[in-house]
């Protein structure tokens, strides 16, 4: 029998018999092994365990533990989640249903309204379903067979998609799952057996492809686990994530609104909410000229021209509102800040000497998102950006990332956050600029990150057209990842508005350029600073820092009295004068998550103390005006992350 010779991760080689699947390899190895692997990678590519090796190859087995092993498990969950639906609801039509980071979605159109009465039925019919270990058949037709089927069934939604594929791509892939076959490029797994424990979250409404103006259809969410314990701390995960949601807290601690009727996607902040908002600007600003930059101020719309040089009227122009007549001249409102940091340095002739510049902006800017994706404060058409632009020669280069990267660093780790992972992405296929810029902007990334001795992934691939970047994800308080700061070179500007500067030999050269977002934009910022923190700031950011509880109506003089002085030592406090009982008002500022409550009745007055309590922590006991003064102003004065 001929061989073939198996690589696996480790570097280890074995043979095999040739045409033997990869799942019987799976079984050589060990049964647990059989047991966990969902999916194979083979060369790279991710392919059903059924697959068979003919050839060497590299593999590595993919379990429920890798992300694309979960990504397999959840999209494969999608498929039969719109399986059990077409067996209740037989007129089904189908849109998307793929895994997404914290589960799956299916996009679907029938003749009834879901209820969270109707999920508990299709989850059971999915368990139902997967009892009986059909597989999951991958079977490949051409674009006029995929067209023919999918018009028998009548589902308008997978005709469109197909309507769309280039032909010259190869064949079509369907997938087969007992009696429902749907349009997928797979993998998935061996079959329906595997997924054990199923929980469908929410239905809401849809429009089809995003898009308002298109067919508003129905969608699942869900979530699946190989193990019940998976789910049950998944589930509780949720409960959490539920209490800490930043739409909620915004509104129960009166932070911002949104309001759809009069525009939605934008961000009104409410007091308590721009105070925040304001000590998060002072602190960038400050933290930013210690660090060797200027801050710049830039125009809200510039004439078609500028838009059309920098490139985003060709590559951006769905994201950009649309033009307006001043003039008789075609304006556009910005979606970014670059081509105004531009013009900015074109006002005269730079020098080697000028260099490197560092300009920083916080900016507001609007891009049109589709309805159906904006979420609260996460995802919203007009925001302001933390936003720059380093412009430094060739050889200053990898000191300028370096430097950045240690910003990013003291940025997030100055409001709490830690946990850092960072990505380095190269070049993609379609890219504009020399090879040689390419290497070298790529090398000036990947040494910086091991100068500061951090570790990394690289997304081969995966960076922008004009230039490679670094991504910065942050893990929250739940754990969770957020992807926020950016550091990207960028090929493309410079070159299209001829940007120069006179080098050392007294010639014009082209200066390299860095986009650059630390903590991205502040609305996003903002939505997850409040789950981090489930809305209870520490206390340099909270917008009320302290509160005087006055115990009957007889106090409120001397209460505000005391409002005066600790506000002349700069902290942000208030009188609660209603005429309530003490634990009354305890227990609503402590709903309001304020840091501190000062307590003053006849015994207070008397010694002249406070009675302090603390947001969780309760009585901290009494002590003098001058004592408590000394605590608070060391927390805020030290920024002191709690």
């Given at each position: 029998m001929e061989k073939v010779i198996v690589t696996f991760p480790d570097g280890n080689t074995k043979e095999f018999d040739k045409g033997i699947s990869a799942f019987e390899i799976a079984k050589a190895i060990s049964n647990r092994l059989a047991d966990e692997a969902l999916a194979v990678k083979i060369n790279g590519r991710i392919r059903e365990l059924y697959t068979t090796i003919t050839e060497p190859v590299t593999i590595q087995f993919l379990t429920f533990d890798d992300k694309e092993g979960k990504e397999v498990y959840w999209h494969s969950t999608s498929h039969l989640m719109a399986h059990a639906i077409q067996s209740i609801y037989p007129e089904a039509r189908f849109g998307v249903g793929p895994a997404i980071d914290t589960g799956f979605y299916y996009d679907f159109d029938i003749n009834t309204k879901l209820t969270d009465d109707d999920l508990h039925a299709i989850e059971a019919k999915m368990t139902e379903i997967a009892s009986k270990a059909c597989v999951f058949e991958r079977v490949e037709l051409s674009k006029a067979e995929a067209l023919e089927y999918f018009g028998k069934v009548q589902d308008p939604f997978k005709l469109e998609i197909i309507s769309e594929l280039d032909e010259s791509m190869g064949a079509i892939s369907l997938y087969k799952e007992g009696d429902f076959t749907d349009l997928c490029t797979g993998p998935h797994l061996p079959s329906a057996a595997k997924i054990k424990y199923v929980k469908l979250l929410t239905v809401s409404g849809s429009y089809w492809r995003g898009?308002?103006?298109?067919?508003?259809?129905?969608?699942?969410?869900?979530?699946?686990?190989?193990?019940?314990?998976?789910?049950?701390?998944?589930l509780l995960f949720l409960e959490e994530a539920k209490k800490r949601d930043h739409r909620k807290l915004g509104k129960q601690l009166d932070l911002f609104s949104l309001h759809e009727e009069a525009g939605a996607g934008l961000v009104y902040w409410h007091p308590k909410g721009a105070r925040i908002r304001m000590e998060i600007e002072n602190f960038w600003r400050n933290a930013h000229l210690n660090n060797g930059y200027e801050v710049l101020y830039s125009p809200h719309m510039g004439k078609s021209w500028l838009w059309q040089t920098s490139g985003h009227l060709t590559n951006y122009k769905e994201s950009m509102y649309a033009e307006m007549k001043v003039d008789e001249q075609d304006y556009y409102i910005k979606p970014m800040n670059c081509p105004f940091h531009i013009m900015i340095y074109q006002t005269k002739l730079r020098s080697y000497r000028d260099l490197p510049l560092r300009w920083a902006e916080l900016g507001t800017v609007y891009r049109y998102e589709k309805s159906g994706v904006l979420h609260g404060l996460l995802r919203v058409r007009g925001f302001t950006q933390d936003d720059a632009h380093i412009f430094c020669t060739p050889d200053q280069i990898e000191d300028e990332i370096v430097r950045t990267v240690e910003f990013a660093r003291f940025m997030w780790n100055s409001f709490g956050f830690t946990d850092l992972k960072y990505y380095l992405s190269t070049r993609p296929e379609k890219a504009v600029g020399e090879d040689a810029?390419?290497?070298?902007?790529?090398?000036?990334?990947?040494?910086?990150?091991?100068?500061?001795?951090?570790?990394?992934?690289?997304?081969?691939?995966?960076?922008?057209?004009?230039?490679?970047?670094?991504?910065?994800?942050?893990?929250?308080?739940?754990?969770?990842?957020?992807?926020?700061?950016?550091?990207?070179?960028?090929?493309?500007?410079?070159?299209?508005?001829?940007?120069?500067?006179?080098?050392?030999?007294?010639?014009?050269?082209?200066?390299?350029?860095?986009?650059?977002?630390?903590?991205g934009s502040i609305e996003r910022f903002f939505g997850v600073l409040i789950e981090h923190f489930a809305g209870a700031f520490p206390v340099w950011l909270s917008p009320v820092q302290a509160v005087i509880l006055p115990v009957s109506q007889n106090f409120l003089e001397q209460a505000k009295e005391i409002q005066g002085q600790l506000a002349q030592q700069g902290i942000r406090v208030e009188v609660d004068e209603r005429n309530e009982k003490i634990g009354f008002k305890i227990r609503h500022w402590e709903t309001e998550k304020t840091p501190y409550m000062l307590i003053i009745g006849e015994k207070e007055i008397a010694s002249g103390t406070l009675s302090v309590r603390r947001h969780k922590k309760g009585d901290l006991g009494s002590m003098s005006i001058e004592e408590f003064c000394k605590i608070i102003l060391e927390e805020i004065n030290s920024k002191l992350i709690q």
């Open positions: 898009d308002e103006k298109n067919k508003q259809l129905q969608r699942i969410y869900g979530v699946s686990f190989p193990k019940k314990k998976m789910l049950d701390d998944y810029l390419w290497a070298k902007a790529t090398d000036s990334l990947k040494h910086a990150l091991e100068r500061l001795g951090l570790e990394y992934e690289v997304d081969e691939g995966g960076g922008a057209f004009y230039g490679p970047k670094i991504d910065v994800k942050i893990k929250d308080a739940l754990n969770r990842e957020w992807q926020m700061s950016t550091i990207q070179f960028d090929f493309n500007l410079p070159e299209r508005f001829k940007m120069t500067f006179i080098g050392e030999d007294g010639k014009e050269h082209r200066p390299f350029m860095v986009h650059r977002a630390l903590l």
